[in-house]
């Protein structure tokens, strides 16, 4: 099995990993970076556990093959956190409102909460629904999620 | 064990001249949620993977006269097109309902319907915006209207050398309403159990000058319910007729939806008579709003 | 009234911030050295015979470093009734039966080789229907039991018959009499995080299993059990937990694909890891139980309950796992949901090809609601009486004793059913006919542990260290519920310091003492009142040492004054205060004299006491841990099936409102009330929580999921098909906190995991009569099923 390098920019930092070229992001952030926040739910981009940023958009890394990362940037849960470990205004707000219980769909979820507050800074509770409609939680019944993405949006647009 | 190689071409000429060395042995792969779980789901990959993520340029939608769509403009394109929302909106309701945010993300127009899942979401809003599809092959391009594109459950006209570069709809398409249903059990992640797309033209006092219906999941391939538009020409975009038409488009004279695991066809044929006309509706008041 | 300074708080989950930054370890993310990834091969038959096996294609793949197959490993049954063997040698009898296992370098490696097993099949008849299976010339699924003693039919040899009073005296006297069939199906518990552990022996053979189980001490003593059976007696087992991604019941028995990573741990002397992918869990993970009631009820003439008989059929499937003890669990709604004299209840589990059942959230009690409270509706129109009325009449009240012996103690039933009656609005919504409509579903289910093995004993230890942080070493396990957060806070209300100063670990025997299991719903009622009493003899340590100490801390601060200011002078303090631990408190990490809370002198924060009391310079050094080991007062069920299993109830009501589309069947819940009798809520986010969660999962359940098996086989293995609700399907849930506060409970809670989930289908259902007219007995109600009876409805009219 042939290998590939690819390079691309990882939660900020500039890599490289040098992977068998049949794999996919997920196994490779999980394996290769050693990176397990995002998950292995159900492999076939069907639950949203293994949601990361690429170039700001919310995708499925178990359907994205390793090679079609060259030169992108990935964000990832673990990239989340600022640089003195301050959570981000969406982890601190599923923490406060119960917005994770067994943690599983957590990763992808606040990846996927994330991206949509990149985009939409104020979304109604409809847009927030669309938003992370790909990720699939049986712990919480998304209501304390939904709650908790809005706080995180009014959070942050106090802050800003 | 899977195994394959790929490569990234960057124009449409490299990809032909990739296809042309590697024959059977290459596969074309998009946003990868179809091929990628199909690999998966197989257990084993065409040896050659050409990945059109480079053609940039087929990423677009534009109008000038008619609409143009870039074979490689993801759903999520379409669903945040204003355009697309308002002129085409069946096709913004199919393309916006497909999977998920990060599914639409990297899908693509193309690959969805090259595809050809008798369940292709856009499939229907495509059949009833009248909409072409042109193909280019190292030979040059052609054009193939949507309703002859699919020749059977996972099976088009294309020719293995060949990529989806546009999907074109006609300026006479502006003129109509739009609106498309898909019917499935929760409100995302799903394929449809059934589509219904409709588009409506009217003329003075209400009355259908032009009807399309286009119906996935209810035949091997997304059809157009012929006898149901027919019907409804001319006529009155009043309930009665509505519902005859739904009666008609539901009949074997349209449609032969199947009994499956996911749903019985008597149900589908249900849906399909109640959905025509309140989508007839719906794509008619969007008419009257523009 | 106490004013707690915890306890009551939506105290913020900040004690599991690893699972919002990507540290928690899962599983899936644990490695340990030299790990190999095993892989399980299953039956392509519902039902065959084992020709041959032929794994040598398998074992010369390079990376494979051992092949099993049933004539590998001894033939040991497993399984409560002792009715399978971890790999099938010479009969397979589900589609998910093992019949190989694989241990390589790589998990790709391990499914590759798993391809190469070349098993010859000779199929045999299957039978896949319970009613079909129970008939005299069904092919037998099992030819002999777990003894070798041949068997003459597919009934399990299980004793789930109940009686109470006089079923035929309550004919009799009733009134109005109602009979009805309802069916419940396969669900899957959809745990996001998929099974699997990892089994390792250390070079003495002791093994080391690395889980996500819900009852780590069961799994000691079932792998001793089999240890004693394959040679190993004597060899020591640590189950040891990583974080768990959610459980609903998937991790109370010990699976077969644990004992297959045990035997592959052993043949290839390295730790391996079994992790079933998606498809895996749908097909080979033992789902909810179905079942099919026939029920029967009557009332006088005032709308009292006279009688309730009910028999049921189980699909036990292939093999029997805790699904078949669900009628246990079904006898409490049947005996003792509403007050109701006379009862008989029997409960047949038939063996067949199918799928095997286990538990899952609810464990029976959802199936039985569904056939209790659809009864109820059918029987309250029968009578002419409001279906909500007619629960008010029959509710439980606080003193019942039931006709299963369950004794109530706080009940708030009565307040359940009212806060539903007024928040939907359910007089001025109820009877319209016109497409939208309201129905209820009450619940009772176990609150304060529950006797399912001899002992229901859970045990704590804390100790408290010099910097007044306390440890909690924790019997139970946390499956994502909010444990930690939930028992940090009990523990330093009872303490007397802060949620964020106590660390605590769960799922360890190594560490913990024992625990019947995190099920039943049965934590915080344990865990609580285990933690109470540790805190007791903890905090007596801590006092006494505070005696000790607080003299000497109060004169070392004057002398230090002193010295700065020399003008100054000790005043007089009363040492009597201090004198006696009776006489002291600790609250918010300060000690202080209770007749005297702000003294300035003899309050002290805690950690003076503790590290005075460590760092002597004598032989007196102390330092402060306790143990407590609570086993509530309650009682086995006798042989008539009747004993007090649990110390409280909990109660609760579930009311909805639908709109039912009657040209395609569709049912939108507009909205719904979910009410419930909690004792005390220890932490109010977190237990919305449960309610939000369990609300959800009872909203698939009564409408939207369903395994579909065709001939044994799970035809829809995937989320795409397997209809679990997403973040779009919104289910507009107002959850009302009931705390008539139990005197049994921890600072009087009561356990709330499960019950959310109980009364929701029924209640769909109900809501759908009301709308529509069309009542459906079968789960879930998909519009092909509304819409069906829909037409029907209108022939018939």
């Known amino acids: 099995m042939k290998k590939v390098s690819v390079s691309f920019t990882l939660n900020g930092d500039a890599v490289t990993a040098e992977v068998p070229v049949t794999w996919n992001l997920l196994k490779t952030l999980r394996d290769y970076f050693e990176l397990t926040g995002a998950k292995e739910g159900c492999g076939v981009g069907e639950c949203g556990a293994c949601t990361v940023l690429v170039d700001g958009e919310a995708v499925n890394s178990c359907l994205y093959p390793v090679f079609e990362v060259e030169g992108k940037s990935v964000t990832t849960i673990e990239g989340l956190a600022g640089e003195d470990g301050a959570l981000h205004p969406v982890q601190q707000a599923f923490l406060e409102n119960n917005g994770v219980q067994c943690g599983f769909c957590t990763s992808g979820m606040i990846m996927s909460a994330k991206a949509l507050l990149d985009h939409t800074p104020s979304p109604s509770e409809e847009e927030i629904r669309e938003g992370i409609a790909g990720n699939f939680c049986r712990c919480t019944g998304y209501v304390q999620i939904v709650e908790a993405i809005d706080m995180a949006a009014k959070k942050i647009k106090q802050a800003g | 064990m899977i195994d394959y190689d790929y490569r990234k071409p960057e124009t449409l000429e490299e990809v032909f001249g990739l296809l042309r060395e590697y024959g059977p042995d290459a596969a074309l792969i998009a946003g990868g949620t179809d091929v990628m779980v199909k690999i998966r789901n197989m257990k084993k990959a065409p040896p050659v993977l050409v990945s059109l993520r480079g053609l940039t340029d087929l990423r677009y939608i534009r109008k000038n006269g008619g609409y143009h769509i870039g074979g490689l403009t993801t759903h999520r394109m379409l669903e945040t097109s204003d355009l697309v929302r308002e002129e085409l909106t069946a096709l913004y309701e199919g393309a916006s309902r497909i999977g998920s945010v990060q599914v639409r993300n990297v899908a693509t127009l193309a690959g969805n319907i090259c595809n050809a899942a008798p369940s292709a979401d856009t499939a229907g809003p495509l059949l009833v915006l009248d909409a072409r599809v042109v193909l280019q092959g190292p030979e040059g391009r052609r054009t193939v209207p949507v309703a002859e594109f699919f020749t059977g459950p996972y099976k088009t006209v294309r020719r293995p050398d060949e990529v989806v570069v546009e999907v074109e709809i006609p300026e006479e398409t502006a003129g109509f309403g739009s609106a498309y249903f898909k019917h499935s059990r929760r409100k995302a992640m799903n394929l449809p159990i059934l589509g219904v797309a409709v588009s409506v033209k009217l003329s003075e006092g209400d009355t259908v000058s032009d009807a399309r219906i286009g119906l996935t999941v209810a035949a091997p391939t997304p059809v157009r319910a012929r006898k149901a538009e027919d019907f409804l020409k001319g006529k009155p975009l009043s309930d009665d007729v509505l519902a005859e038409a739904g009666r008609i488009a539901a009949s074997p004279e349209c449609c032969a939806p199947r009994d499956s695991l996911r749903c019985a066809a008597w149900y589908r044929r249900e849906i399909i008579e109640v959905s025509v006309l309140r989508m007839a509706k719906l794509a008619a008041s969007r008419i009257k709003s523009r | 009234?106490?004013?707690?300074?915890?306890?009551?708080?939506?105290?913020?989950?900040?004690?599991?911030?690893?699972?919002?930054?990507?540290?928690?370890?899962?599983?899936?993310?644990?490695?340990?050295?030299?790990?190999?990834?095993?892989?399980?091969?299953?039956?392509?038959?519902?039902?065959?015979?084992?020709?041959?096996?032929?794994?040598?294609?398998?074992?010369?793949?390079?990376?494979?470093?051992?092949?099993?197959?049933?004539?590998?490993?001894?033939?040991?049954?497993?399984?409560?009734?002792?009715?399978?063997?971890?790999?099938?040698?010479?009969?397979?009898?589900?589609?998910?039966?093992?019949?190989?296992?694989?241990?390589?370098?790589?998990?790709?490696?391990?499914?590759?080789?798993?391809?190469?097993?070349?098993?010859?099949?000779?199929?045999?008849?299957?039978?896949?229907?319970?009613?079909?299976?129970?008939?005299?010339?069904?092919?037998?699924?099992?030819?002999?039991?777990?003894?070798?003693?041949?068997?003459?039919?597919?009934?399990?040899?299980?004793?789930?018959?109940?009686?109470?009073?006089?079923?035929?005296?309550?004919?009799?006297?009733?009134?109005?009499?109602?009979?009805?069939?309802?069916?419940?199906?396969?669900?899957?518990?959809?745990?996001?995080?998929?099974?699997?552990?990892?089994?390792?022996?250390?070079?003495?053979?002791?093994?080391?299993?690395?889980?996500?189980?819900?009852?780590?001490?069961?799994?000691?003593?079932?792998?001793?059990?089999?240890?004693?059976?394959?040679?190993?007696?004597?060899?020591?087992?640590?189950?040891?937990?990583?974080?768990?991604?959610?459980?609903?019941?998937?991790?109370?028995?010990?699976?077969?694909?644990?004992?297959?990573?045990?035997?592959?741990?052993?043949?290839?002397?390295?730790?391996?890891?079994?992790?079933?992918?998606?498809?895996?869990?749908?097909?080979?993970?033992?789902?909810?139980?179905?079942?099919v009631f026939d029920i029967e009820q009557g009332c006088d003439a005032e709308g009292r309950l006279t009688f309730r008989h009910v028999t049921a059929v189980l699909d036990n499937g292939a093999y029997t796992s805790w699904g078949a003890t669900t009628p246990s669990v079904m006898m409490m709604p049947m005996s003792s949901l509403y007050r109701v004299p006379n009862v008989f209840f029997q409960a047949t589990c038939v063996y067949t090809n199918n799928i095997y059942c286990q538990a899952m959230r609810g464990y029976g009690n959802p199936q039985a609601t569904f056939a209790v409270e659809t009864s109820m509706d059918t029987l309250a129109e029968a009578a002419g009486i409001d279906p909500l009325e007619f629960r008010r009449i029959n509710r439980n009240r606080p003193g019942d004793l039931t006709p299963m012996r369950l004794k109530i103690t706080s009940c708030g039933l009565e307040e359940c059913i009212q806060s539903v009656e007024e928040r939907l609005g359910w007089k001025e919504k109820r009877g319209k006919r016109n497409g939208r409509g309201v129905g209820m579903a009450s619940l009772i289910h176990v609150a304060g542990g529950a006797r399912v093995t001899r002992s229901d004993g859970h045990g704590i230890m804390i100790k408290v260290n010099e910097f007044g942080q306390v440890d909690v070493i924790e019997s139970g396990t946390d499956q994502g519920q909010g444990s930690p957060t939930v028992i940090s806070q009990m523990v330093a209300e009872a303490l007397g310091v802060r949620p964020e100063d106590v660390s605590l670990t769960f799922g360890d025997t190594g560490l913990a003492l024992w625990d019947a299991g995190t099920h039943a719903s049965r934590h915080t009622f344990m865990a609580g009142n285990a933690a109470i009493r540790a805190c007791r003899k903890a905090k007596q340590q801590i006092l006494e040492m505070a005696v000790e100490q607080i003299p000497g801390i109060v004169k070392g601060g004057f002398k230090r004054k002193k010295r700065k200011d020399p003008e100054f002078v000790p005043p007089d303090l009363d040492y009597g205060l201090i004198s006696d631990p009776d006489k002291l408190d600790i609250r918010d990490r300060m000690v202080f004299p209770k007749e005297a809370p702000d003294h300035p002198y003899f309050r002290v924060p805690i950690h003076f006491v503790l590290r005075g009391a460590l760092h002597v310079g004598t032989g007196q050094s102390k330092v402060v841990a306790a143990e407590a080991f609570y086993d509530p007062p309650t009682e086995?069920?006798?042989?008539?099936?009747?004993?007090?299993?649990?110390?409280?109830?909990?109660?609760?009501?579930?009311?909805?409102?639908?709109?039912?589309?009657?040209?395609?069947?569709?049912?939108?819940?507009?909205?719904?009330?979910?009410?419930?009798?909690?004792?005390?809520?220890?932490?109010?986010?977190?237990?919305?929580?449960?309610?939000?969660?369990?609300?959800?999962?009872?909203?698939?359940?009564?409408?939207?999921?369903?395994?579909?098996?065709?001939?044994?086989?799970?035809?829809?293995?995937?989320f795409r098909d397997y209809q679990m609700l997403t973040a779009m399907d919104v289910v507009p849930v107002e959850a009302v906190i009931v705390e008539p506060d139990d005197a049994d409970g921890p600072f009087g809670a009561k356990g709330v995991g499960e019950p959310g989930l109980v009364p929701t289908a029924p209640a769909i259902a109900n809501a759908i009569y009301d709308a529509v007219g069309v009542r459906i007995r079968e789960l879930p109600i998909t519009p092909e099923k509304v819409l069906a009876a829909l037409r029907d409805r209108d022939r018939a009219s």
């Open chain 3, 1 to 291: 009234m106490t004013e707690y300074l915890f306890v009551g708080k939506s105290v913020p989950r900040t004690i599991e911030a690893d699972k919002v930054t990507g540290r928690a370890v899962y599983i899936d993310d644990l490695k340990r050295p030299g790990m190999l990834y095993g892989k399980i091969c299953y039956s392509r038959y519902a039902h065959a015979r084992i020709k041959r096996i032929d794994t040598s294609r398998a074992e010369k793949l390079p990376g494979v470093r051992a092949v099993l197959t049933g004539r590998d490993v001894p033939d040991v049954r497993v399984g409560f009734l002792k009715d399978q063997t971890v790999l099938k040698r010479d009969v397979v009898r589900q589609f998910r039966d093992e019949v190989a296992a694989v241990a390589a370098i790589s998990p790709e490696i391990a499914a590759e080789a798993c391809d190469l097993i070349e098993v010859e099949y000779e199929e045999l008849p299957g039978v896949f229907d319970p009613f079909e299976a129970m008939k005299a010339d069904a092919p037998l699924v099992h030819e002999v039991d777990a003894r070798g003693r041949p068997l003459k039919s597919n009934i399990l040899p299980l004793p789930w018959k109940f009686s109470a009073g006089d079923v035929e005296q309550g004919r009799k006297a009733a009134a109005f009499t109602v009979k009805d069939t309802v069916r419940t199906t396969w669900v899957n518990q959809c745990c996001m995080g998929t099974s699997g552990c990892i089994a390792e022996f250390d070079v003495n053979g002791n093994l080391t299993l690395y889980s996500q189980t819900n009852v780590i001490f069961g799994h000691v003593g079932r792998i001793t059990e089999y240890f004693n059976a394959i040679g190993l007696k004597g060899k020591k087992i640590r189950v040891v937990n990583a974080t768990v991604g959610g459980s609903f019941g998937t991790k109370l028995d010990t699976d077969i694909y644990e004992f297959i990573a045990i035997q592959l741990a052993l043949k290839t002397r390295k730790p391996v890891k079994i992790l079933f992918d998606r498809e895996e869990e749908f097909r080979a993970l033992p789902p909810r139980q179905p079942a």
């Open chain 3, 636 to 718: 086995m069920l006798d042989r008539e099936l009747k004993g007090n299993l649990s110390q409280t109830y909990a109660f609760g009501a579930t009311g909805v409102e639908v709109a039912v589309d009657e040209k395609t069947g569709e049912v939108t819940i507009l909205r719904m009330v979910a009410a419930h009798d909690v004792g005390k809520a220890i932490n109010p986010t977190l237990l919305l929580g449960q309610i939000y969660g369990a609300a959800y999962t009872g909203v698939g359940y009564g409408l939207t999921e369903e395994i579909k098996v065709k001939n044994g086989r799970v035809m829809n293995p995937t």
